[in-house]
């Protein structure tokens, strides 16, 4: 068996790279994707901690699935978001909306 | 059972590569079609990393939805979305200062999850998981945890309702 630390480390690692992207990218698809690598990450520390920590009660787990749920919800509403600026601005890049901006 | 142990560890350093291969490509390909490709590659990584720690119902539960739907939803996306070419879709921020300080608290955050993931005093159970984890986890989402359980069903429907009606606006007004 692979120790927990392990498990960690990949997970923040994953984590790290979808934060980065998140923050540097300039399509509005790829910010999203980058969410979601950001929230796998989440689920394998779930995951981790589920079987390491609490192997029993398998909250962690049980977590993990409604967090699943919740991420598609999002990934729903973003997309159609995505779609209908792409519909206005005939563009994806976030740079160009600054609608909010005084 | 040193065996085991090396094919574990095999399977892990595989997986491994998979997921931050996977979660680079999303982030360094310059054809945003590859950067999906590459996550849905993450997402199988992902998928045998829940095989690993014995979460078998979750695994299938990430191939079917994560690839299965959201990486097919995404496609859409980006077709929906694309103009003339695909070449150069998928660019960083203009700023190279933007780029820097981006880097800088990501490389912080990490150093410190990962000083904590080494050197928490985590208090690792030696138990072995149930058996059934399948039939475990579907008795506790119809008991214990019914009422999460018809909540998120309910967020699903608002979502997707949601989604429909603001995808559809132009349509409506015509």
Redesign the interface.
């Known amino acids: 068996?692979?120790a927990?630390?392990?498990?960690?480390?990949?997970s923040?690692?994953?984590?790290?790279?979808?934060?980065?992207?998140a923050?540097?990218?300039?399509?509005a698809?790829?910010v999203?994707?980058?969410i979601?690598?950001m929230l796998?990450a989440v689920?394998?520390n779930l995951?981790?901690f589920?079987?390491?920590?609490?192997?029993?009660a398998?909250l962690g787990?049980?977590f993990?699935?409604?967090t699943?749920?919740?991420?598609?919800?999002?990934?729903?509403?973003g997309?159609?978001?995505?779609?209908?600026l792409?519909?206005y601005r005939d563009t994806?890049n976030l740079?160009d909306f600054t609608w909010l901006k005084g | 059972m040193d065996g085991a142990?090396t094919g574990?560890?095999a399977a892990?350093g595989a997986?491994?590569a998979l997921?931050?291969g996977g979660?680079?490509g999303?982030?360094f390909f310059r054809n945003?079609f590859y950067?999906?490709t590459s996550?849905v590659l993450?997402?199988l990584g992902?998928a045998g990393?829940?095989f690993?720690?014995?979460?078998n119902?979750?695994a299938v539960?990430?191939v079917l939805?994560?690839i299965g739907?959201?990486a097919i939803?995404?496609v859409?996306?980006?077709m929906?979305?694309r103009r003339s070419q695909m070449v150069d879709?998928?660019?960083?921020?203009?700023s190279l200062s933007?780029?820097a300080i981006?880097?800088a608290?990501?490389?912080c955050?990490?150093i410190i999850?990962?000083e904590l993931?080494?050197f928490a005093p985590?208090?690792?159970?030696g138990?072995?998981?149930?058996p059934d984890?399948t039939r475990?986890?579907g008795e506790?989402?119809m008991s214990r945890?019914a009422i999460?359980f018809e909540i998120?069903a309910v967020?699903?429907l608002?979502?997707?309702i949601?989604?429909?009606m603001?995808?559809l606006?132009?349509v409506r007004k015509s």
Do not use: H
Request: proline share 3%; aromatic share 10%; charged share 10%.
């Open positions: 068996m692979v927990l630390p392990c498990y960690l480390g990949i923040t690692l994953l984590f790290v790279i979808g934060l980065f992207g923050l540097t990218k300039r399509n698809i790829v999203l994707m980058c979601e690598l796998n689920n394998i995951v981790t589920s079987r390491f920590i609490d192997p029993q398998l787990q049980l993990v699935i409604f699943i749920a919740v991420a598609a919800a999002e990934v729903a509403v997309l159609a978001i995505i779609i209908v792409n519909r994806v740079d | 142990q574990a560890y892990f997986m491994t997921v931050i979660g680079l999303v982030v945003i950067a999906a996550m993450c997402f992902v990393i829940y690993s720690l014995q979460a119902f979750l539960m990430q939805i994560y739907a959201v939803m995404i859409f996306a980006i929906l979305t879709t998928n660019r960083f921020v203009r933007q780029l981006a880097l608290a990501v490389t955050i990490g999850l990962i993931a080494i985590w208090q690792i159970s138990k072995v998981p149930a984890i475990f986890l506790a989402m945890f999460p998120a967020l699903l608002v979502a997707l949601g989604a429909v603001i995808a606006e132009e």
